[in-house]
């Protein structure tokens, strides 16, 4: 099992900037790939950023060069920086783990909301 704790969302205006915490917790050595994602209303979950196990991280176009994600193994969690915000970033931000052997992950969600 592998628990997931996000926090960090809010409102902020367009332009600024937010970083969301996810607290990782139970089996994580079986983690192979660290994610966040983000669900905005009437559209699909989309992924926004990963990280795998030797820091080696992938980025979605749409947030390419604002949005950095990285982690601090010492405290356990993975952080999304997020920069120059939109309105068309406004969702619910979700972490999620994909593990060898143990399925995948998904914290509860945090709202993040871009206003202009």
């Known amino acids: 099992q592998v628990q997931l704790v996000e926090s960090g969302g809010g409102l902020v205006q367009t332009g600024g900037s937010l970083r969301l915490s996810c607290a990782v917790s139970?089996?994580?050595?079986?983690?192979?790939?660290m994610g966040w994602y983000r669900q905005a209303p009437g559209k699909q979950r989309e992924l926004v950023a990963d990280i795998v196990g030797d820091g080696s991280t992938s980025i979605a176009d749409s947030v390419k060069g604002r949005f950095t994600i990285f982690r601090d193994n010492a405290k356990n969690t993975v952080y999304l920086q997020m920069n120059s915000l939109k309105v068309e970033d406004t969702a619910v931000y979700y972490c999620?783990?994909?593990?060898?052997?143990?399925?995948?992950?998904w914290g509860q969600g945090t709202q993040v909301t871009v206003s202009s």
């Open positions: 999620n783990a994909r593990t060898i052997g143990l399925g995948q992950y």
């Open positions: 139970g089996s994580i050595f079986s983690i192979a790939v």
